[in-house]
């Protein structure tokens, strides 16, 4: 685990069927935040600076028309910055054992667009099971599974703040309102609290309680 950077992901949707679409990518690496946005056409100028001017860390940030766009320009960040550079990708729930929603929701969105998956020659590990096992995450009554609840119990750091949405439900409604600033706010929120929670488990876990699986497509190359 040592020899590997993490670098957290997480994306937004316009909802949860195969016929919903990916409206934001983003990626927390050491020095920032790198976040894809789709526009559908529409104008976002002014969104970059009020996000920098928010946040701690440097964001970079891409437009794009189309979804197909996006995961196009996601594609080609991965193999140029993350692929074969010692990085781990990591996520909140992105793909378990049993389930999870990123992964496999970006699997049917790149299959709908004809367009290659972006992760090869990465190493993956979610977080979720990691966290609600080696940590206590109760409070109260209730066990907290959710990546918010367990980094304000956990961490409770400062990327909360760049959060308005009470649900990421909201996400979905502020992309169709084209509300892009809370959206890239929101989504950039989740990411460094993923990365947050991915060095705190660094810190107080042992290598093997990283469940690592490899995400090279089995025909790569």
């Known amino acids: ?44 100028e002014g969104v970059s600076e009020v996000v920098q001017d928010r946040t701690e860390c440097h964001v970079q940030l891409s437009t794009h028309a189309s979804e197909r766009a996006l995961l196009e320009a996601v594609g080609k ?23 999870g929603f990123d992964l496999p929701f970006l699997r049917t969105r790149l299959t709908r667009t004809d367009v290659a998956w972006p992760f090869d020659e990465l190493p993956y590990t979610d977080l979720l099971p990691l966290l609600t096992k080696r940590f206590n995450t109760t409070v109260g009554e ?37 509300e892009f600033t809370p959206l890239v706010l929101h989504n950039a929120a989740d990411v460094l609290r993923t990365r947050e929670l991915g060095l705190l488990a660094e810190r107080y876990c042992s290598k093997s309680d990283f469940k690592l ?9």
């Open 213 to 221: 699986k490899s995400l090279t497509s089995t025909r790569y190359g």
């Open 1 to 44: 685990m040592s020899e590997l950077t993490l670098v957290a992901f997480d994306i937004e949707t316009t909802g949860f069927t195969v016929d919903d679409e990916v409206t934001v990518a983003g990626f927390a690496l050491p020095l920032g935040v790198r976040i894809f946005v789709q526009t559908n056409g529409r104008d976002i």
């Open 77 to 99: 960040f991965s193999s140029d910055r993350l692929a074969g550079d010692d990085v781990l990708l990591a996520a909140f729930n992105g793909e378990t054992w049993r389930s």
């Open 142 to 178: 209730d066990e907290c599974r959710d990546l918010v609840g367990v980094y304000d119990t956990l961490c409770g750091g400062s990327a909360g703040e760049l959060d308005s949405f009470a649900e990421s439900s909201e996400a979905v409604s502020a992309f169709e309102a084209g």
